[in-house]
């Protein structure tokens, strides 16, 4: 099978409306076929949510059970990742000394908990949140607090000349939280942020 009948069908299976795959399509693929059709799921980070699909729409029973297995323990994987970054999210949030500190969650985070059924169903990697300017350096502090440790050396000062975020802060997990108090670079006729 060609990589785009693949792709489509891929789509079709994460697609909202049910239907659009049947058991008899996914039994027309070869084994070299599933086992692009489960490099791609990985590629485009949608491994979790084929498998709820799947498990959703009874079709695991037509996927080879070592396809299922393997989008199981992504499944799994991704569920403690995500709990993990949405606990240390809620550790900031608790930290910041100032209970006027407005922390905006953004991308990855935001779309796991408003668009999908379950956390568990996003693949992300990192925390992306927007503060305001003023904010910054109580968020910097809550995140020493919290043993986060930024990737490289920087000050304020000079990261809001020219970015629209300040670098990214791991922790010994490798949890790692991105801090923007900008969507636009500077120097732009408009600003949202």
């Known amino acids: 099978m060609e990589i785009n009948e693949i792709c489509t069908l891929l789509l079709n299976c994460l ?5 659009r795959v ?16 489960r490099e791609q799921a990985a590629r485009k980070r949608v491994g979790p949510l084929l498998y709820d699909r799947l498990r959703e729409r009874k079709l695991d029973h037509a996927v080879p059970p070592e396809i299922m297995r393997r989008l199981h323990r992504r499944y799994k994987r991704n569920s403690l990742h995500i709990l993990r970054l949405h606990a240390e999210l809620n550790k900031l949030a608790r930290t910041v000394p100032d209970d006027d500190v407005p922390i905006l969650v953004l991308k990855g985070a935001y779309l796991a908990t408003v668009v999908y059924d379950s956390i568990a169903l996003r693949e ?33 000062e000079m990261e809001l000349e020219t970015e629209l975020h300040l670098p990214r802060y791991v922790n010994a997990d490798g949890t790692t939280v991105e801090v923007h108090w900008n969507l636009t670079h500077p120097g732009l006729p408009y600003s949202v942020g």
Request: hydrophobic share 40%; proline share 4%.
């Open 124 to 156: 992300m990697n990192d925390l992306d949140i927007l503060v305001r300017r003023r904010d910054l350096e109580k968020v910097v502090h809550a995140l020493h607090a919290l043993d986060f440790k930024p990737e490289r050396p920087f000050s304020i």
């Open 22 to 37: 049947t058991e008899a399509d996914l039994r027309q693929l070869s084994a070299s076929d599933w086992q692009t059709f």
């Open 15 to 19: 697609h909202e409306e049910a239907g």
